[in-house]
């Protein structure tokens, strides 16, 4: 357990580069939608699994409001969460913030690459509730889905932070309020027609993959550094053999 302020995290001007880079990689493919998209118009929702057949007809205007209340303040939380943690501190929080934002640049480039190579409609395109939808380029990205994965990007980050500057707390709430937050919101996107549930149960554990991965790595000590830094001593030596040989 660190002091509350303390810096939990190393990074680098490189790390911000990544960062920008990965946000470049989420807004770039959009300008270019209508080339990158090939246009198509999907039938009924016959070929569709079974699974996944019953989010198409889905079009609760409640629950999209939920999904995506739900996912700007899930998003912001722990940003907010951050900066009362850290009393203000700048550096430590600027560290905080900018490795969750690293996280999220990554998990959203992952995602919007997943979504211009699959091209798969969205539910609502298959029904035809939305008239804008067929042949457009936004009725063809429903996989998988940006909500959930960035949601549970953040919210995973948030969890890494608190955990290395607390240890662990009582009943591991972070955790599980970040479950029923990023379930709720999978829920709204399948009974909003925005997606189907093969899309939140991919995009829930890719998110929440990236956004435990990108802070351990930046974690300034602890059994993961220490891993990490004995595995890169190995390659070292590994290295410097195979020059000797």
């Not at 203000?88 to 995602?111: K, P, T």
């Not at 042949?135 to 949601?151: E, N, Q």
């Amino acid at each position: 357990m660190r002091p509350w302020g303390t810096s939990v995290y190393r990074v680098t001007p490189r790390s911000a580069g990544v960062a920008f880079a990965g946000l470049g990689l989420v807004l770039i493919p959009a300008v270019f939608a209508r080339q990158l998209i090939r246009k198509k118009q999907p039938g009924s929702g016959a070929a569709v699994n079974w699974f996944d057949r019953r989010a198409i007809g889905q079009e609760s205007q409640v629950a999209e409001w939920v999904s995506n209340v739900g996912t700007i303040l899930g998003i912001a939380t722990p940003f907010a969460i951050d900066w009362f943690d850290t009393h203000g501190e700048q550096d430590a929080f600027r560290e905080d913030a900018l490795v969750i934002g690293q996280a999220l640049a990554l998990s959203g480039a992952l995602n919007t690459a997943a979504k211009y190579i699959v091209q798969r409609p969205l539910p609502e395109t298959y029904a035809g509730v939305v008239p804008n939808r067929r042949g457009k380029p936004r009725g063809y990205r429903a996989f998988y889905s940006g909500h959930v994965a960035s949601l549970a990007t953040s919210l995973a980050a948030g969890c890494i932070t608190v955990r290395r500057r607390h240890g662990r707390l009582p009943w591991r709430w972070p955790w599980v309020s970040s479950a029923a937050l990023t379930g709720l919101v999978a829920v709204g996107r399948i009974l909003s027609g925005k997606h189907f549930p093969s899309d939140v149960l991919v995009g829930a554990p890719v998110g929440a993959t990236i956004g435990a991965a990108v802070p351990l790595l930046h974690a300034r000590q602890g059994r993961h550094r220490r891993a990490w830094a004995r595995l890169n001593r190995k390659r070292r030596w590994r290295a410097a053999v195979r020059r000797v040989l």
